[in-house]
C-alpha cells in the first residue's frame, strides 16, 4: 500500500511512456491532469492486488480514442462520468478502481476519478503494456465480461454497450461512439471481483512504471546512461538506435496509424528500421526482418536521456533508441496470442518471442 | 378498439407506404414480418390514445438504418430484443408500444414485440409521415425526454443511448450504431406516459393508413381511379406526374441520400420535377420552383395503380404521380420547424404551408 505523491506521478508518466510502447496517451498531460485531481481532491492509495478485500469491486477505467487527437483536445472528467454511468446500470458502487493499461496517460486514468470519488487503485493493469483496442486486456482474454461498459464524453453525453456476442464488437461498437465523440472519451468497465483482478491482471505494474521512471531520473541526475538503467530495472534489449528520417502518420478510424522509418547511427549505422503503429507499435523491421512483434514491446526513447517517445509525438530528426522488452506471461498463451498477437493485427507472421 | 387483421396489414402497407413520403423502410417487408409476427404469436390489439389507462407505460419502437440496405438484410426480432434491453434499463415494463412514424414498414415494426410480448398498440405514431432522423419526432420536440433509448442488432448487440445534450446527440450516437451493426437496427425508448402520448404524438395514423390503402383496393377493384381514392381519404393535391429518367441514389453516413428526375407527361408534359431525398423525400422543384418542402408531405404512387413507390424502389421508367399532403399541425409550429423544417435539412428555404 502506498500514497500516489506528485513526484511519483512524473516518474510514472515517465516508466508508462516507456512500458506504453508508443501509446496509451501522451504521458505528459496524462500527469499534469493526474496531479490536478490529487490537488484538488486529495490523495489516492496504490493496493496491491492482494490488500484488496475479497469482496471488493473494482471498475477497470480508460481513455479510447487516437493520441494524435488526445493531445489537442485533453481529457477532462470523462473517466469519472463514465465510472457513474456504470455504477448506475450495474446498480453497484466500485470500491476500487484499475488501470486498463499501464501505457502512457491511460496509466493514471483511474487517478483521476479516484481522487474524486476517495477509492484507492490497484496497482495492476489489463494489459502490461498498451494496446490500441478495447478487447485487448488480460481480464476479457481470461473471462472477465467485458460489457456492461459506460463511454462518456466531456459535453455529457453517455453510452452503455449492454450486451455483445463478442469482446470485439465492443471495441467496435465503442470505437464508433467515441468517434462520433470527436475521437477522444473514456470508459468504464462493469465491475470485477478480487478474484478476478489477482487471476487475470498484470500485478506490480504502477509500481514497475514508477521505479522505471525512478531509475531514469536518477540516472540523469548521476551522470549515469538512462538506458541502461531502464534495462537494469525492467529486463529487455537495445533493439537499435538512429535517427528519425521519415514518420507517416494518419488519424483514421478513430486510431492514429502509421510507420516510422530510422537510420541507424554509431553501432547500428548499416541499418534502417521501419516501425509500424496502431496507436502502439506493433512490428520493428530491421532491415526488411522482424526485430521484435507484439505482443512484445517495441519501446522508443531520446537515446540522450531516456526520454519516452510516443508516437504522437515521434518526429523526423529525434534520435532515438528501441528497446525491446517481453510481453507477460499471460499475452504468450495461445489465448492471449489470438487476441494480441500478430495476427490480431493482421500480420502474417508467427509470434517468436523476444530473446533478452 | 380494434384488432389488426391480415387484410389490415396490406391496407397499412398501402397507405403507410404512401404517407411515409419514400422511406420509413420497405412496407412490403414490413408488411410481411408483421404478418408472420401475427401468425406466430398472436392478433394485436390497437388503442387510441384516448383508451389508454392513465398510468400506460408507452414504448415507442422503431427501425434505424438506411432503406436501401433494410431491403437486403431483412430485420429480425430487433424492436423486441431493444424492447427488452429499455424495459432491463429503466426497471419498467412496457403496457404499450407505439409507431416511431407513420411510414413504410415502421408502421408495423411494433406490431412485432407486441404480438411476441402479449401488448397492445397505440393508433398514433410521432412523425405523421416519416422523417430519416431520430430525434425528428413530436415527442421530443414537445418535451418527452428522447433518452435513454436502446439499440439492438440480430446478432445479440445491444447499446443504450444513456444520456445525451440534445436529441441530435442521440441520433448522431444511435446512428454511429447502427452503421457498425450494418446499417441495419433497431430502437426503444424509454416509456412514456398516457398523457405524454395525448399530449405530443400525431393521433389516429394507424387507422388513416389502414382507410388510405383500403380507399386504394376500393377504387381498384371498382375501376376508380386510386389516385382520387387517396386524395378524398386524405385531403392533399397532385403536384406532378410523369416518368422517372434519372435517379441517383448512394447510402452514405447510414442514410439513402439522392434525388430523383421525372419528366412530366399528360397534363404536365412540359415539366421536370427533381426531388431530393434522405431516405424520405425532403423538397420538390417543378421547373426549379419549390413546389412542396418539408415538413410537407411528398409522395409518389404508382400513375397506374396508385401503389407507393418508396426512394429505394424508385427506378428509371417508372411512371409516377406526386402527391403532397399538408403536415400534421404540430410540425409547422416554430418548434416543431426548428426540428424538421427546411434548415434542419440544410436548406436555405422557408417553409410554405402546402395549398391544398
Redesign the interface.
Known amino acids: 500500500m502506498w500514497q500516489v505523491t506528485e513526484d511519483d506521478l512524473a516518474h510514472i508518466a515517465t516508466g508508462a511512456g516507456i512500458l506504453g510502447t508508443g501509446g496509451g496517451g501522451n504521458p505528459y498531460i496524462g500527469r499534469l491532469r493526474a496531479r490536478q485531481a490529487i490537488r484538488e481532491w486529495g490523495p489516492v492509495t496504490v493496493l496491491s492486488p492482494d490488500e484488496l478485500p475479497d469482496n471488493a469491486r473494482v471498475v477497470c477505467v480508460g481513455g479510447i480514442g487516437a493520441p494524435t487527437v488526445g493531445i489537442e483536445k485533453v481529457r477532462d472528467l470523462q473517466s469519472f462520468h463514465a465510472l457513474r454511468?456504470i455504477e448506475e446500470?450495474t446498480g453497484e458502487q466500485a470500491t476500487a478502481l484499475i488501470s486498463n493499461e499501464i501505457g502512457g496517460s491511460n496509466s493514471v486514468e483511474p487517478l483521476i476519478p479516484a481522487a474524486m470519488a476517495a477509492l484507492p487503485v490497484v496497482d495492476a493493469d489489463g494489459m502490461g503494456r498498451a494496446f490500441p483496442e478495447f478487447q485487448m486486456k488480460t481480464f476479457f482474454v481470461y473471462g472477465v465480461p467485458c460489457c456492461p461498459m459506460?463511454v462518456a464524453d466531456e459535453?455529457?453525453?453517455?453510452?452503455?454497450?449492454?450486451?455483445?456476442?463478442t469482446p470485439h464488437?465492443a471495441e467496435?461498437?465503442a470505437r464508433?461512439?467515441t468517434?462520433?465523440m470527436g475521437c477522444v472519451a473514456c470508459y468504464a468497465v462493469a465491475p470485477m471481483s478480487a478474484d478476478q483482478v489477482r487471476r487475470t491482471a498484470i500485478p506490480n505494474s504502477l509500481t514497475l512504471a514508477r521505479e522505471l521512471g525512478s531509475a531514469v531520473e536518477r540516472a540523469r541526475d548521476n551522470g549515469d546512461d538512462p538506458i541502461a538503467a531502464i534495462l537494469a530495472t525492467c529486463p529487455g534489449k537495445v533493439l537499435f538506435s538512429g535517427k528519425v528520417v521519415d514518420i507517416e502518420r494518419r488519424t483514421t478510424a478513430g486510431f492514429a496509424r502509421g510507420s516510422v522509418t530510422i537510420d541507424g547511427l554509431d553501432d547500428f549505422a548499416d541499418g534502417q528500421m521501419v516501425i509500424d503503429f496502431q496507436n502502439e507499435n506493433l512490428i520493428a523491421r530491421l532491415n526488411g526482418e522482424i526485430a521484435c512483434i507484439v505482443p512484445d514491446l517495441i519501446c522508443a526513447v531520446a537515446t540522450d536521456g531516456g526520454e519516452p517517445v510516443t508516437t504522437e509525438l515521434m518526429r523526423y530528426g529525434l534520435r532515438v533508441t528501441i528497446l525491446g522488452f517481453p510481453a507477460p506471461a499471460l499475452w504468450t498463451t495461445p489465448e492471449g496470442l489470438a487476441v494480441a498477437g500478430p495476427k490480431a493485427f493482421g500480420y502474417d507472421a508467427e509470434y517468436s518471442p523476444l530473446t533478452v
Do not use: C, E, F, H
Not at 459535453?155 to 456476442?165: A, C, H, L, Q, W
Open positions: 454511468a446500470y459506460a459535453k455529457g453525453n453517455s453510452v452503455i454497450i449492454r450486451d455483445t456476442i464488437w467496435r461498437l464508433a461512439t468517434i462520433q
